[in-house]
């Protein structure tokens, strides 16, 4: 090895590649291929960029290709259809939607002001050696498969929620007026509801550590500007730091809402797979992921199939609408920071 | 009266600040008690049904005794497959981003496309295979499952390669190219180099990410309850059949299920835990 260092970079090049750079004459020819492996080189990794490119055109495609059958039976009125009855092939996606929409609405209830106080926590009140092991924990929570948070909550979460707060919630909120409708129904511990804090304790290390990366972000001298004029802590934060990163944790709240809609194990264990759309919470649903993966593999018939991709290409689009908005304003944060 | 309002406003604003305080703390307990919540009940069910027969023996039909060793052989298969099918892809595409095209329109389309892929739900992913692959075949397969793993691994490599090759200090280029080493072997022989340690972190949380995912198996590789090495065939995988096991009827099923929920938590901890120490092993030297 040390021998072929104090030799020229080329000839060693050439020599790995099996080839003897004796004669001059086949040197040159080395050369040349050296300078074709290096277009062809650069030919194949721009292919696989366009590759990643092409990945999501075929999903789409292969979406819209599928989706079709079910398109053409129902048009339009797919979208606003309460009916799902396999046995008469008769197909609507709007239990499914509700679903999905208000369990990721609940979610974001909980873990949008939960996960920026948690950030607010970690970056202005947190002693500094705890700052790490907290945020390194967090993390954790983020890399767990979203399988065992559908597994807690249904033999552990659900049970719970059925013989206390849902029975709490009916006897007290049910008896409210315009409210009450959605806390009546018997305790089921599977329904929206559970779904939705199940999807909240999921996305919460999103949430927060987006937050706590912008909240970091924030100039020092700002803050210590405002400390100067005898702002409290909660003052600063409040006043100078949130609304500087605001962009930023709009960007990581719609990642996170990214997650929750398209989220399928979690919420397939507690969401009890019923396609009716009830006033209560607590009453079992479905969403649009849970009704593909619970459905999709004893789906008999073409219509029935052809549905269930619909339903998917309704989750893509919505997803990545959400998806695109939520890395625009990331990306603009990001330049901002610089 | 006009002397106390400056006091009672300080004072306000004393109390907001505590509450604020007290709200924050009350916010940190309850992200970390959940974590401890679902952790727990993890270890409690999972470690009681924790034994060598786990290990060794094929999952039970219904009210027998047995263990998850095709799951887990499945889950290990599938994930090689779809390291192997989509590593290669997810570098050489980084590659492009950062070494050839770094301010070009191209790469910054496919930045953004492929963070979109990142957390596109990978239901969808299943969805898709299902009709590129499934359909035409026929008959589900495990080379189908692992295709479907490989395109949720292709992002994160993407990802990490792009950031990895971004930080190789451009005087190592430099270098490489002023004694007339040619593009490719100065990327190949040089930037990878480098970057490694940062690349293999990505490899590793990819490994991480797909080895709980579960909705795009579903209707890919499906599941089979025997031993099978057949990548043509449905082959079982450990989220699966957690599936199929936590929602049937049987304890003994269910308890099998919170096993492989352990095992599979265990794996993806470690995983990250270690690309964690590459990532500082990697910023110390």
Known sequence: ????????????????????????????????????????????????????????????????????????????????????????????????????????????????????????????????????????????????????????????????????????????????????????????????????????????????????????????????????????????????????????????????????????????????????????????????????????????????????????????????????????LLLRIERRIG | MSEMLPQSRYRGRRRRNATATALALAATAIGLGWLVLILGALLWQGFSGLSVAVFTEMTPPPGSAGGLLNPIFGSLILTVLAVAIGTPIGILAGTYMAEYGRYDVLTTVVRFINDILLSAPSIVVGLFIYEVMVAPMGHFSGLAGGVALAVLVIPVVVRTTEDMLTLVPNALREAATSIGLPRSLTITRICYRAARAGMLTGVLLAVARISGETAPLLFTSLNNQFWSTNLNAPIASLPVVIFQFALSPYKDWQALAWTGALIITLAVLALSITARALVATGKQS
Request: proline share 5%; with cysteine; aromatic share 10%.
């Open chain 1, 1 to 328: 090895m040390n021998s072929s260092r104090s030799r020229s970079v080329a000839d060693v090049a050439i020599q790995q590649r099996g080839l003897v750079a004796a004669v001059p004459g086949s040197r040159a020819k080395v050369l040349d291929r050296l300078r074709l492996g290096d277009a062809a080189f650069r030919q194949l990794t721009r292919a696989a960029a366009i590759a990643v490119l092409v990945l999501l055109s075929a999903v789409m495609f292969s979406l819209v290709k599928g989706s079709i059958p079910a398109l053409k039976a129902f048009g339009l009125g797919f979208l606003a259809s309460e009916r799902w009855n396999p046995v008469t092939e008769n197909f609507g996606a709007l239990p499914a939607i509700y679903g999905t929409v208000i369990t990721s609405f609940i979610a974001m209830l909980f873990a949008v002001p939960i996960g920026l106080m948690i950030a607010f926590f970690l970056t202005e009140l947190c002693p500094l050696w705890l700052r790490r092991p907290i945020g390194i924990a967090i993390e954790l929570l983020a890399g767990i498969p979203s399988i065992i948070y559908g597994i807690w909550g249904l033999f552990v979460f659900a049970p719970f929620l059925q013989e206390t707060l849902q029975p709490f919630l009916i006897d007290t909120v049910g008896n409210v007026p315009f409210i009450g409708p959605l806390f009546g129904g018997p305790p089921y511990g599977i329904g929206l509801l559970t779904a939705g804090l199940i999807l909240a304790i999921m996305v919460l290390p999103f949430i927060t550590s987006i937050s706590r990366d912008v909240f970091e972000a924030v100039p020092t001298v700002l803050k210590e500007a405002a400390y100067g004029l005898g702002c409290t802590t909660w003052e600063v934060a409040r006043n100078v730091v949130m609304p500087y990163a605001r962009v930023g944790v709009i960007g990581g709240i719609m990642l996170a809402l990214g997650r929750a809609l398209g989220e399928t194990m979690a919420v397939t264990f507690v969401i009890g797979n019923a396609h009716r759309i009830s006033a209560s919470l607590l009453a079992p649903g479905t969403t649009i992921s849970a009704t593909i993966a619970n459905e999709f593999t004893e789906a008999v018939g073409d219509l029935y199939t052809s549905a269930l991709i619909a339903l998917g290409l309704i989750l893509f689009v919505i997803t990545f609408i959400v998806l695109a908005i939520a890395r625009y």
